[in-house]
């Protein structure tokens, strides 16, 4: 069983509606939690950055951690084309040596007009 | 912002020959990393250096190596070419204890 777990999808969306994904993990001992987007042969740019549980909103996105559960998500709200990408999710654990991250496999998302 | 250079964006090489892949990162950050991304594999980690002339192997360091002289420059090394190291290659660097890590645009790298 991966450490990560993520849906690889695709999950396609109508423009304007709620992108929802999620990644759910088994190392208690993360802490650190961010979300990735990856355009078509381009490198994964940072989005959302989350310390321990609770929510995080900037713009039209939000991220959740819910540690309990071991379970975190990502929602975009008011979709647009330009989101169509991979979403990465990936964690780290406190004092991981060099700042170590483990990722789940992607999410491809496709927004259409 | 952040920026992480690969110098080399699309490689063909040949199956035996040694291939340099160089990263070169701006803003002073300790830690940087060797990814390795395909189909249905995701991410794997290959090697990562959390400071000059220092290195860890990561998930996936059979075949390759790394060289770090300089805390900017990041470099791997495969040292006699594959067909199955047929990949796209990312490097990242990272600092302090939010454990982010930005990324480079990625080098594509074919082998035959």
């Known amino acids: 069983q991966k450490e990560v777990e993520q849906d690889p999808g695709p999950l396609s969306v109508p423009e304007g509606a709620i992108v929802s994904l999620n990644c759910t993990y088994s190392?208690?001992?993360?802490?650190?939690f961010m979300w990735y987007r990856q355009y078509s042969r381009k490198g994964p740019e940072l989005l959302m950055y989350?310390?321990?549980?609770g929510n995080k909103e900037d713009g039209r996105f939000t991220a959740q951690v819910d540690k309990s559960s071991k379970y975190i998500s990502l929602f975009i709200r008011d979709s647009q084309p330009s989101d169509s990408a991979t979403y990465l999710c990936?964690?780290?654990?406190?004092?991981?040596?060099?700042?170590?991250?483990?990722f789940g496999g992607g999410t491809r998302v496709l927004v259409k007009p | 912002d952040v920026k992480v250079t690969q110098s080399s964006r699309y490689l063909v090489k040949r199956t035996g020959e040694k291939v340099f892949l160089e990263c070169v990162q701006d803003m002073d950050h300790e830690n940087m990393f060797w990814y390795r991304q395909d189909p249905g594999l995701g991410l794997r980690l290959i090697y990562f250096?959390?400071?000059?002339?220092?290195?860890e192997k990561g998930d996936i360091p059979e075949g390759y190596s790394v060289s770090r002289e300089k805390k900017e420059r990041f470099s791997l090394i495969l040292e006699s070419a594959s067909t199955n190291q047929t990949s796209m290659y990312l490097c990242?660097?990272?600092?302090?204890?939010?454990?982010?890590?930005?990324f480079g645009e990625g080098s594509w790298l074919t082998v035959v």
């Open positions: 990936a964690m780290s654990a406190k004092g991981a040596a060099g700042n170590k991250l483990t």
């Open positions: 190392n208690s001992a993360f802490q650190y």
């Open positions: 990242a660097s990272s600092v302090g204890p939010r454990n982010t890590i930005y």
């Open positions: 989350t310390y321990s549980s």
């Open positions: 250096s959390y400071d000059v002339k220092m290195k």
